[in-house]
Structures are given as structure tokens and as C-alpha cells.
């Protein structure tokens, strides 16, 4: 463990830490743009020019390894500094000064370490033509990826990217020197299957995500840290998120699952979280489907589901460890009712973690192993055809989208015998033959965990209240029947997480002890009484949080 | 001084392994091989061998620096890529005398233990290229190379590999990665290419003009060559003289002779008797000299006490009618077409240079203008850049700028400013869409 000094702090790093790392953990901020953690060093930006006592060189903070009792200077340094000045310099010489325009402004680290080192006082001794590519200022390299090779800086990141973590070796450079430009080594298009992220690591505005384009500027989106909902595997996300609209997944960075690396697949289901189709509780009265309150909701729905015989429910592996603690108390135990989780198999999804190991998922559900671990049912497509065939009684569904045999004829049919409820976000077929039809939220409007294939149980935030929640009081009291407040900045409606739902019916039932008031005190029970959750806190489950993650844009949000 | 190196120049068939032999040939080889590898080191480092490549780094010590105990291949790069403006001497060697590179070669991969070698040739060198491919054929057939040479159970394969034709492979780490494929892009350093060099074995690379000393080494001894020249500058050395000069070509000479008897004596003095104005001690890349210090010695301490490096040795002699603008631009150029891109103030200031010397070539300079130069030389060079490709451009054209600003300021006296750019008026065809007039 050498222990060093840089900039008169002292530091202990584990062994091989280089100096950036060093610096950071001593709370000094040494600038880098082709750095990066999890790729291989290739120190050539030389941004990061740090002074060694000791050596008559100035030294890259990238390449040189912490040694014990090297003392380091790094911003007190004047010459790094001059040295650094020169590179920007350098850099700016040829980078276009379109930031007003540029997409990657606010997420930009030429444009912050410009900001933050130099402080308007930047002047360039560059008088010559500015060196550009014409044809290559918005160039479509992929589905996903835009170039603009003028704002390239060279700095390799994404090349790197395609031939390490991605493992395709797609990107290259081609021609040489100044006239260097990134295109695919075959000049076909870019379809890595992680693509993105050679948007998510140009340090400059140089490739950006093309669905993410002028969408949203940098500084006004908001990151809340969740997990992507594609797979198994769950990657650690962030929603960004602005004024209750979804706007992208980045990933947040997880050495165990998903280091820094986000797939295709499951980035751009970010737009379907802002899907809300049904707003309101309905009821079907004759034939047609009344919007209620719901207060009048749960008060029947509790009705209905004591008197159901048999009561069943369709849990799903979409719902987290809390829905689905709840659901399996309150319909399995309180009601003795039966309750399954179907399951399907998808397409295979893959993700590189922190020490280049491949995870490889053909489950698309995020929690199909915190389901097992509750010990709930765990049935395929046959044994939820099954379990729903020759039902009178009560159905309940809590998630229409748990299973695509759902959506059939078959499972419309043995549903129209019985009553059913129903939650659900978006268009589904299941709305035809629901008596209640219940309004889910997304993702982003829900909170809780999700036990991931490798085991890890990771906590995802709300990135925002359902419109209009009344949130509940100290006093206990909580009103399900909301206010319909005429939200500026979102679709009036009355989505609800399931969790919120269902602690509100325990209460209307009678079940006291599910009556709680936040995902927080779910898990505490659940850590309580559940072998699978046994010594496991709220507080500091999942990956790293927004202070901790590897994203080099700590300002937004 | 006799002839060492180019003792077979105007002899017949001079390419010949039957001449070579004849002439003593693959005798350094077959004491080496009795001798075993430490000695063959010992004698190297006694005889104080510099690489002749430019860098001058003791050849002996390099070769010392493989580790010793380590399993597996490692392997031996002879660095045949000659691409330094004005630097033609291992062109010479192999035209002349193949076979004295291919024994060199074999003595060096023997004193590492390496039993494969690589020729990495200059792409433009196709007849070179063939000639060696030639020269190991007989040497194969001869049982010099191959398995078990001479008995001895030490196995030796040589390779011609053949360039693409880039400035930047003749750098020691962008050449192994071009020769395993990949673009030539030199490496971050530490680890040197004696702990990790190609295909991530431990590689030594050796010049064309330092491997063909070593057999003469071995025959003649380490203190043989370390009487040729002066301390810690031993041995014999091939001059590549180009430019303004009465007989331009390659000359053999001791190391530590004046610049002024290799122009005066040995090239007959200034074409046309005009007078020197400066001269490139050891191409292009090192920092220029003018006509007062041509008599510094040509060896590579004296030239760093005086701020320039002998480089390659490829001296290019410029008369007084050159416009050192004229020279600075050309050389600009050239930096800025070979260099490789990777770090940022090669990649920039290479080609930032260039279009500033353009300019004030076309007579439109600044005032500002030689100090901008060199503040981008200055971040450049010493250690700013990768690879020494950033101090190949910089410190040539900061010396030029400092030692004959004289010439850039009359340029600039009578510059005529920049025309303003026009830019493109228009046609007005009525209100636009979209703009709500």
C-alpha cells in the first residue's frame, strides 16, 4: 500500500493505482480526456501532466503507478500547469467552438476542464484555418451513433471501447496525423450491439447518441440511480430525467455487473418508461369501462377479493422484491389465495463487468431470481395456462406484462369466466376483458430492489412521484384518492407502484403488519423474516451512487 | 582510415557469400557461437558500440537489459527502415555487403538468445528487401542459419518483413507494432521493448548500421574498435552527405572527426565555392547548426554539448543561398505528413507549424509569428509527446528559428497581410421559409 503525497495531501492507494486514481482519492481533480478506468492506458492526450519531485520530466498521471513517498505536484505544479495550458491549447486549436450548438455541452470534458482550469481566460495563439472534414459534421456511423469528426480529439476512447470491452474492434482510425478520423474498419455501419457507448465515452461531442440528440440539454436532466429493467443481468443505470419525462438510461458504473457499459437493448427502453396509456382506475359496468377513484377501487377490490374462491394471482418477475414480498403476504398467507410468477426465456444479452468477465443473460426479466428467493411459484407458459384454466373466482394480474402468453387469445378466453383485475401501463389486450383496470407506474416512478442473476440485490430510486402522489403523512393517514393536481410538467394521472397499492389494500383489509409506508420499511421486514434478505440494509444496497460513479458528469443532476 | 563497413564497396560480386567468406567472412559468427552469449555481451559493452540509429544508446547495455531468466521466445529486430531525410547509410551497407548485416544479426540473436529475427525494411526498399531475402537464402544453405547452426544446438531463423512505407515504424515501438500487424502507432514507455517488446516477448532492436559492427567486433575485438574514434565514441561510422556539396555520398569515417573536414576534405567543399550557412548534423530531425560551429566534432557527446545530436549521421550541407523559411517549411511538412497522430501535441503543433511557415512562405507573416513557433516547439519536445517524433520536428525548427531569425524577420518585414476571406454573398431570393418574415 504506498502512501504519497500529491499536492501537500497525503494518500494510501492499494498497489498499481495510478496517479489520476491516487488523486481522486485524495480529492484532487487531475484533468484526463483519453483516460479511462476501465481500458487500457495510452496516455495520449497528455492532459494530465503531473509534476514528481525528484524527476526533471514531467510525468503522465495516466501511466505513472503511486509509489511510496512520491510526492507529487499536480495543481500546484507551475509547470504542469503550463504544460496543460499548451495541451489545451493544442487541442482547441482545431476543435470547433460550436458549444451553443454542440450536444455534448454540459456533459463535455474539454469544455469542463476548460471552464474549470482556465476560466474565460483562454486565448489561442492559433491564427490558420481550422482543419475540418468536410462530409464528416453529422455523419450517421451507426444506428445509434452520430459523428461529427470535427470535434474529434483523437483521443482513442472509442476505438478502444470496440476492440476491448466490445469486443468487435469495430471503430479504427484511418488516414494519419492531423487528417486522422474515426470510421468502422469495414465502412459499414456501426451495430455494435453496445454502440452508445462509444457515445457514453467520446469525451467531446464528437460521436453522441443519436435518439438522445437535441433532445434535452446536459445540465437541465436530472440522474436518478436505478436499474435497467431489460434482463437479468442488472446493469446499474441512471434515469435522466427532466420535469417527470424520461429522457435516457446512462450507465452507472458497477465493477461487479456492468463496470461503466450499458447494452443497446437496454438503453433505448428508456423512451418506453414514459408509455402511460391508462391514467385512472376503471371499472367495468356494463359493458364498458368507467374511470373511478381510487379509494372506491381498493374499498371494492378488498371486497372482492375476501369473497374470491379460489383467489389467484399473477405476480411477475418485472415487480420488485417489495411488490412481490407484499403480494405473496397479503394473496398468498392473508387471503390464502395462489400465486404464480411466469417466466419466459428472450433473447440471449450480454454485458462485460469490471474485470472483462462477460455476463450472459437469456432471462429478460430484472427479477426472476428475487421471485425464487421468495420461494414463489415459478411457472413457464404451459403452467400459467394452467393455472389460469377452469378459474371462476378472482384473478388478479399484476403486471400484464408478465408473460406474453398474456396478450394471447387462450389466456383472453379463460379469462373472460371470472372476474379479473388488472394493472397495467400501456396498450394491452388484457384491458378487454379486465373488471378492474388498474394504472401501474414505470419504472421511474416506482422504488425498491431487484435480486440481479449474479445475486446482488440492488435498490432503484424513483426518479419521480406518479403525478400527483399525495405522500403519506406522519400521522399514518394516506389518501390513495388523489387530488388530480393539473401538473405542468406531466400527464395528469394516477399511476401508482405497486408497492403503494398494495400496502393501501393490506390496510383496507386488515393486515396491519403490511401496512407500511415506504419500500424502505418493505425491505426491512423482508430482511427481518426472509432467509434470502437475511442481514441485508436498505441503506447501502446496489452499485455506486451518484457521488461514487465513474461519470464524468457529476454536475448533472 | 580503412575500410570497415564499406571494405566492399568496388569489390565484384561484392553481394556474394562466396566473396564474403573469402574476405573472412562468418568468422565473428563462429567464435561467437564458441564463446557463449555473456561474452559476446562483454566484448559489445568493451568495445563502448553506440546505436547508430540516431538515439546513440550503448548497444551492449541495451542487450543487457533482457531479462535473463525469462521463459520463452524473445527476439531480435533488425531495424532496416531507413526513412531520415537525408539518411541513406544502411541502404549502402546492404547493397554493398549483405551478408555482414545477416552476421551481425546472428552474433546479436545469439548474445540474447533469441533464436528469431526480424528484418524490418523500408516498403520503398524493394531491391534491399530482395537482397537480403537472397543473402539468408545462402547463408541457410551454407548452415549458418537454420537449426542447429554449425553443430552448435543453437537454431536461428531470420525474416524479412517489409514496411508500409511510414516515417514513424523507423521508431522502435510503432515498428513492432507494425510488425505484428497493427498500426504503426508507437508504444507508452516504460515497459521498453526489453521487457515487452514484440508479440509482448522481450525484443532488442538493432540498427542495420550497429549490427554490421558487431561482427568486426568479434573478429577483430573490442579494443580493435575502441581505438577507432575517441572515448565513449568508438568505432567507425558511415557520413550520409547530401546538399550543397562538391561530391555528395556515404563516407566512412572514425567518429570524433570535425564537420568541417567531412565537408571541406572528404566532399570537396561548397558546390559552386559558395559559402556554408548551415547543416543538419544528423538528418533532418536534429537541431540545425550554422557555418561557426562546423567544427564541432561528429560524435554523439560532442554534438550534445552543443545542443544538436549526430542522429543518424546523415549530414545535409546548406549553401548560403538557402532561405532557412524555405528549409523550415519543407521540414514542417514532412513532420506533418509522418507523424502518427496518437498524442496531442505532435499531432497538432506538426501541422499548426507547417500551415505557419506556409503562410509566412507566402509571404504573408506575422510578427507574432516566430515566437508562436516556438512555443509549440517548446511543448513539443521533452517528454511532452509519446514517441521522439514530437522532439524530431520541434527541435529542428526552433533551432532554425533561433539561430536565423534573421531570415524570418525579413520575411516578415516584407509581408503583406493575410487577404480577408471572402465569404460567399448570397443571391437574395425573397423571405426565407421558416423565419416568419
Known amino acids: 500500500m504506498p502512501k504519497l503525497t500529491i499536492d501537500g495531501r497525503e494518500v494510501e492507494v492499494a498497489a498499481r493505482t495510478n496517479l489520476i486514481e491516487a488523486a481522486r482519492a485524495a480529492g484532487i481533480a487531475i484533468p484526463y480526456f483519453c483516460y479511462h478506468p476501465y481500458m487500457t492506458v495510452v496516455g495520449q492526450c497528455r492532459i494530465c501532466m503531473v509534476e514528481i519531485e525528484g524527476q526533471p520530466r514531467l510525468a503522465l498521471g495516466c501511466a505513472t503507478s503511486a509509489t511510496d513517498g512520491m510526492v507529487v505536484k499536480a495543481e500546484t505544479s507551475e509547470r504542469a500547469k503550463e504544460a496543460r495550458e499548451a495541451v489545451m491549447e493544442f487541442l482547441l486549436a482545431n476543435h470547433p467552438l460550436d458549444c451553443p450548438v454542440c450536444d455534448q455541452a454540459g456533459e463535455c470534458l474539454l469544455q469542463d476542464h476548460s471552464m474549470r482550469e482556465q476560466r474565460g481566460t483562454f486565448t489561442s495563439h492559433m491564427a490558420e484555418t481550422r482543419r475540418t472534414f468536410p462530409g464528416y459534421e453529422r455523419r450517421l456511423l451507426g444506428p445509434h451513433i452520430v459523428q461529427n469528426q470535427n470535434r474529434c480529439i483523437h483521443c482513442s476512447r472509442c476505438i478502444r471501447f470496440t476492440s476491448e470491452i466490445s469486443e468487435t474492434a469495430a471503430l479504427t482510425y ?38 438522445f440528440r437535441f433532445r434535452k440539454r446536459a445540465w437541465k436532466l436530472r440522474s436518478t440511480p436505478s436499474i435497467c429493467p431489460g434482463c437479468s443481468i442488472g446493469c446499474n443505470i441512471f434515469i435522466d430525467h427532466h420535469e417527470r419525462e424520461v429522457h435516457r438510461f446512462t450507465p452507472r458504473e458497477n465493477p461487479a455487473i456492468n463496470a ?13 418508461l414514459n408509455e402511460q396509456t391508462y391514467l385512472y382506475p376503471q371499472h367495468r359496468k356494463a359493458g364498458r369501462l368507467v374511470r373511478a377513484g381510487w379509494s372506491e377501487a381498493l374499498a371494492a377490490l378488498a371486497l372482492e377479493v375476501r369473497a374470491a374462491r379460489p383467489l389467484r394471482v399473477v405476480a411477475s418477475a418485472n415487480l420488485s422484491n417489495e411488490a412481490l414480498f407484499l403480494a405473496r403476504e397479503l394473496f398468498g398467507h392473508h387471503l390464502r ?27 429478460p426479466y430484472p427479477n426472476s431470481l428475487g421471485a425464487r428467493r421468495l420461494g414463489l411459484n415459478v411457472v413457464d407458459g404451459d403452467g400459467l395456462s394452467r393455472f389460469l384454466y377452469g378459474g371462476s373466482g378472482l384473478t388478479l394480474i399484476l403486471d400484464a406484462e408478465a408473460h406474453p402468453f398474456l396478450a394471447g387469445a387462450e389466456a383472453l378466453q379463460l379469462l373472460r369466466v371470472g372476474a379479473t383485475a388488472v394493472w397495467l401501463r400501456r396498450e394491452h389486450p388484457l384491458a378487454g376483458v379486465a373488471g378492474w383496470l388498474l394504472p401501474a407506474a414505470s419504472l421511474a416512478s416506482d422504488e425498491g430492489t431487484f435480486t440481479a442473476s449474479t445475486g446482488a440485490v440492488q435498490h432503484f430510486a424513483a426518479a419521480f412521484s406518479p403525478p400527483g402522489t399525495v405522500r403519506r403523512m406522519p400521522t399514518g393517514a394516506m389518501s390513495p384518492e388523489c387530488p388530480t393536481i393539473a401538473s405542468p410538467w406531466g400527464p395528469p394521472g394516477e399511476a401508482r407502484p405497486l408497492w403503494l397499492v398494495l400496502t393501501a389494500l393490506a390496510r383496507e383489509l386488515g393486515a396491519s403488519n403490511l401496512d407500511l409506508a415506504s419500500p424502505a420499511e418493505v425491505f426491512t421486514l423482508m430482511a427481518r423474516t426472509e432467509r434470502a434478505f437475511a442481514g441485508l440494509e436498505w441503506e447501502p444496497l446496489g452499485g455506486l451512487q451518484r457521488d461514487e460513479s465513474l461519470r464524468e458528469r457529476q454536475h448533472v443532476g | 582510415m580503412e575500410s570497415v563497413l564499406l571494405r566492399a564497396r568496388g569489390v565484384s560480386d561484392s553481394r556474394s557469400i562466396a566473396t564474403y567468406l573469402a574476405a573472412g567472412g562468418y568468422e565473428g559468427w563462429k567464435k561467437a557461437l564458441g564463446v557463449g552469449p555473456d561474452a559476446v555481451v562483454k566484448e559489445v559493452l568493451d568495445s563502448e558500440l553506440r546505436g547508430r540509429g540516431g538515439a546513440g544508446f550503448p548497444t551492449g547495455r541495451k542487450w543487457s537489459f533482457v531479462p535473463k531468466d525469462h521463459p520463452g521466445p524473445r527476439y531480435l529486430i533488425c531495424n532496416a ?29 545469439f548474445a540474447i538468445k533469441a533464436n528469431t529475427a526480424y528484418i524490418y525494411i523500408r516498403g520503398e526498399f524493394v531491391r534491399w528487401a530482395k537482397i537480403l531475402e537472397k543473402a ?3 547463408a541457410r544453405a551454407q548452415g549458418l542459419l537454420g537449426t542447429n547452426v554449425l553443430s552448435s544446438g543453437f537454431d536461428l531463423d531470420i525474416w524479412v518483413h517489409r514496411g508500409a512505407g511510414a516515417y514513424i515504424c523507423g521508431e522502435e515501438t510503432a515498428l513492432i507494432e507494425s510488425l505484428e500487424g497493427k498500426r504503426g502507432f508507437p508504444r507508452l514507455k516504460p515497459p521498453f521493448p526489453a521487457v515487452v517488446g514484440a508479440f509482448g516477448k522481450p525484443t532488442v532492436v538493432n540498427n542495420v548500421e550497429t549490427l554490421a559492427c558487431v561482427p568486426h567486433i568479434m573478429t577483430r575485438g573490442a579494443t580493435w574498435f575502441a581505438s577507432i574514434g575517441r572515448p565513449r565514441n568508438t568505432g567507425p561510422k558511415l557520413f550520409c552527405v547530401s546538399g550543397h556539396v562538391n561530391r555528395p555520398g556515404v563516407y566512412e569515417l572514425p567518429l570524433g572527426v570535425t564537420f568541417r573536414e567531412i565537408i571541406e576534405e572528404h566532399c570537396g567543399g561548397i558546390k559552386g565555392g559558395r559559402k556554408l550557412k548551415a547543416f543538419f548534423p544528423g538528418g533532418s530531425s536534429a537541431p540545425i547548426m550554422t557555418a561557426e560551429e562546423v567544427d564541432v566534432r561528429a560524435d554523439f557527446d560532442a554534438c550534445a554539448e552543443a545542443h544538436t545530436m549526430l542522429g543518424s549521421g546523415g549530414v545535409i550541407v546548406l549553401d548560403d543561398s538557402v532561405d532557412m523559411v524555405n528549409v523550415a517549411d519543407n521540414i514542417a511538412h514532412f513532420y506533418a505528413h509522418e507523424s502518427c497522430g496518437q498524442c496531442t501535441p505532435c499531432r497538432e503543433g506538426s501541422d499548426w507549424c507547417a500551415d505557419i511557415l506556409d503562410r509566412i512562405a507566402a509571404g504573408h507573416g506575422r510578427s507574432a509569428d516566430p515566437d508562436t513557433l516556438l512555443r509549440i516547439c517548446r511543448f513539443s519536445s521533452e517528454g511532452m509527446t509519446i514517441c521522439p517524433l514530437g522532439d524530431a520536428y520541434a527541435l529542428p525548427i526552433s533551432s532554425m528559428v533561433n539561430k536565423f531569425r534573421a531570415d524570418f524577420e525579413r520575411r516578415i518585414a516584407g509581408a503583406s497581410p493575410l487577404p480577408p476571406k471572402k465569404l460567399p454573398v448570397l443571391p437574395w431570393t425573397g423571405p426565407r421559409p421558416g423565419f416568419g418574415i
Open chain 1, 174 to 211: 484511418k488516414s494519419r496525423g492531423n487528417s486522422m478520423f474515426i470510421d468502422t474498419f469495414s465502412g459499414e455501419a456501426f451495430d455494435d450491439p453496445m454502440s452508445a457507448c462509444a457515445a457514453d465515452v467520446c469525451p467531446v461531442g464528437a460521436l453522441t447518441v443519436r435518439e
Open chain 1, 260 to 272: 461503466t457499459w450499458l447494452c443497446d437493448y437496454g438503453r433505448f427502453l428508456a423512451d418506453s
Open chain 1, 337 to 363: 389465495g395462489d400465486l404464480v410468477v411466469p417466466v419466459t426465456t428472450g433473447e440471449q444479452r450480454r454485458m462485460k463487468n469490471g474485470r472483462g468477465e462477460w455476463l450472459q443473460a437469456t432471462d
Open chain 2, 81 to 109: 527502415d531507413e526513412s531520415e531525410p537525408g539518411t541513406f547509410k544502411d541502404r549502402e551497407i546492404i547493397e554493398h555487403d549483405p551478408h555482414q548485416v545477416i552476421e551481425g544479426i546472428a552474433i546479436a540473436s
Open chain 2, 136 to 138: 539468408i537464402a545462402e
